[in-house]
């Protein structure tokens, strides 16, 4: 409720960046903002994560905020996934329903689109996935993907152009500063299989996010041959 408050006393036009669930803005009555968000293979995005957590900046950083901080080992920043995942670490564990995570990851994508209610925590479940598809068609104006960058800033200027006129040009002049920052991790074959395993109804959702921005863009397709 504070948030939503917060979020409407903006000023028009104002652009908010978190890295936060969906909020029924309806259920107080308020003006919902123009929502747009982006999925990444949900895979990939445990192991980015992984490694993001174990940079020398994150060490750094993370010794560095209080004497009360959990601290890790250096074993631990020296850790790969493969042997996290091989070795029963309960951090690269992924397990249906399961709701405390042993470090914070973002295993559960659906969860931001699904909201804050608490049947929405449970990880990769029938549930949580059902309500995100939902709101994704319903109050999202555009859930692009990480992989498919041009077709998804191909549809945002289209259904959001106040905020990404001419987007597609200015992602491909900078194109090679994000690619940097975007590194993929070699991880073995069998480990990845392992963790998909754990993971079907996440890739369900992702599956269903990209279907639903491909018929976004076949859509326009139709309307400029219409034209």
């Known amino acids: 409720m504070i948030e939503t408050q917060w979020v409407s006393q903006l000023e028009k036009g104002t652009v908010y960046i978190a890295r936060g669930n ?3 803005f309806d259920e107080y009555q308020i003006e919902k903002p123009i929502y747009i968000s982006l999925v990444r293979d949900p895979v990939d995005r445990i192991i980015h994560n992984f490694y993001e957590q174990r940079t020398t900046k994150k060490k750094a950083i993370s010794r560095s905020i209080d004497a009360n901080y959990p601290q890790q080992s250096n074993e631990w920043y020296k850790q790969s996934f493969n042997d996290c995942v091989r070795s029963g670490n309960p951090e690269c564990q992924y397990i249906k ?29 029938p549930h949580a996935v059902q309500v995100a598809k939902r709101n994704v068609e319903v109050e999202y104006a555009v859930v ?12 945002l200027e289209k259904y959001v152009p106040r905020y990404f006129n001419h987007a597609r040009f200015l992602y491909n002049l900078h194109k090679l500063s994000y ?19 754990n993971f079907t109804l996440e890739y369900d959702f992702y599956y269903f996010c990209k279907q639903h921005l491909y018929k976004q ?11």
């Open 217 to 227: 863009y076949l859509a326009l397709q139709m309307e400029d041959n219409l034209n």
């Open 22 to 24: 969906w909020m029924n």
């Open 179 to 197: 690619s940097k920052r975007y590194r993929r991790y070699a991880v073995d074959a069998d480990v990845l299989a392992m963790v998909r395993r």
């Open 144 to 155: 692009g993907t990480w992989e498919q960058a041009n077709l998804t800033l191909t549809v």
């Open 97 to 125: 329903y399961s709701v405390v995570d042993r470090v914070p990851d973002f295993r559960r994508q659906s969860l931001f689109f699904c909201g804050n209610h608490v049947d929405c925590l449970p990880f990769n479940t």
